[in-house]
């Protein structure tokens, strides 16, 4: 009979420790509409960081317009631009990549592949001539620059 009131003993004090633990621990949360919608959401790897040696060399293949007709000062003063597209020998994603017009940054930049786009302004279209077209990398322009071709203003 001692081994039954042992048995007896140790049940009753598992079952007390059971619930004197359970009673010391915080509630469990209900899962919420923004605990899925976290655990949903796939965690973006780190980006590449790309090495500028890769660029070593760069050429422009094709680009366009080749030419463009000079503004008079009349039409300088309204908001014109020269949309120019350019297209390099290779990638250009992940990089600062701009267009250069006779050593001016292009505005409105845009990076897709290997093709770069930029907006001549109508203050740049004012005397014929032609000035030098090129992609630069860096946020100067100093950090790399491609081969270099011809825009003609008429």
């Known amino acids: 009979m001692s081994i039954t009131r042992t048995k007896q003993w140790m049940y009753g004090a598992a079952v007390t420790g059971a619930l004197a633990l359970a009673a010391c621990s915080p509630p469990s949360q209900p899962a919420t509409e923004k605990d899925d919608a976290l655990e949903a959401v796939p965690v973006a ?56 017009l006779g050593g001016k940054r292009l505005d409105n930049r845009a990076i897709s592949g290997s093709t770069v786009t930029g907006s001549i302004s109508a203050s740049m279209l004012t005397a014929a001539g032609t000035l030098s077209l090129e992609i630069r990398i860096g946020e100067d322009g100093s950090t790399l620059s491609s081969s270099k071709v011809d825009f003609t203003i008429e």
Request: charged share 30%; proline share 4%; hydrophobic share 40%.
């Open 45 to 100: 790897a780190e980006p590449d960081v790309k090495s500028i040696e890769a660029l070593t060399g760069l050429s422009i293949v094709r680009y366009g317009p080749t030419t463009t007709k000079a503004l008079t000062a009349s039409e300088a003063q309204d908001d014109r631009r020269v949309d120019v597209w350019v297209k390099a020998d290779r990638d250009l994603e992940g990089y600062d990549a701009a267009l250069w």
